[in-house]
């Protein structure tokens, strides 16, 4: 059970540097979405083996789970699509931009 909030905890403390340092809003969501679900998931899990399997809380705590695995990818690819449709500009270090068109292909880059 601590192991499981530890791990919780340190990728939610990871994800929170990430943040901060990301250098635009696109890689700071995609650090968002990786801190609440490699964060939330081991501390919710952790909730489940302290309480025990048979409690109030394990139904409850497997159920936002579920819906953080579903519901967090389709948040975050949402709001990048919005920042990118409302014109937010990518970092100026980015190699390519795949989604507009009349960008050059990605030939002989790793």
């Given at each position: 059970?601590?192991?499981?909030?530890?791990?919780?905890l340190?990728?939610?403390?990871?994800?929170?540097?990430?943040?901060?340092?990301?250098?635009?809003v696109?890689?700071?969501?995609?650090?968002?979405?990786?801190?609440?679900?490699?964060?939330a998931?081991?501390?919710?899990?952790?909730?489940?083996?302290?309480?025990?399997?048979?409690?109030?809380?394990?139904?409850?705590?497997?159920?936002?789970?579920?819906?953080l695995?579903?519901?967090?990818?389709v948040?975050?690819?949402?709001?990048?699509?919005?920042?990118?449709?409302?014109?937010?500009?990518m970092?100026?270090g980015?190699?390519?931009?795949?989604?507009?068109?009349?960008?050059?292909?990605?030939?002989?880059?790793?």
């Open positions: 059970m601590i192991a499981l909030a530890v791990i919780g340190g990728f939610s403390l990871s994800g929170v540097v990430g943040i901060l340092r990301m250098p635009d696109y890689c700071r969501i995609q650090c968002s979405s990786k801190t609440i679900t490699m964060g998931l081991p501390l919710l899990l952790a909730l489940v083996v302290g309480e025990g399997f048979v409690s109030g809380y394990t139904s409850r705590a497997l159920l936002v789970m579920f819906l695995l579903i519901v967090n990818p948040s975050s690819h949402a709001l990048a699509r919005a920042a990118y449709k409302t014109g937010v500009p970092w100026h980015a190699v390519l931009d795949q989604a507009r068109p009349g960008e050059p292909a990605d030939e002989g880059r790793p």
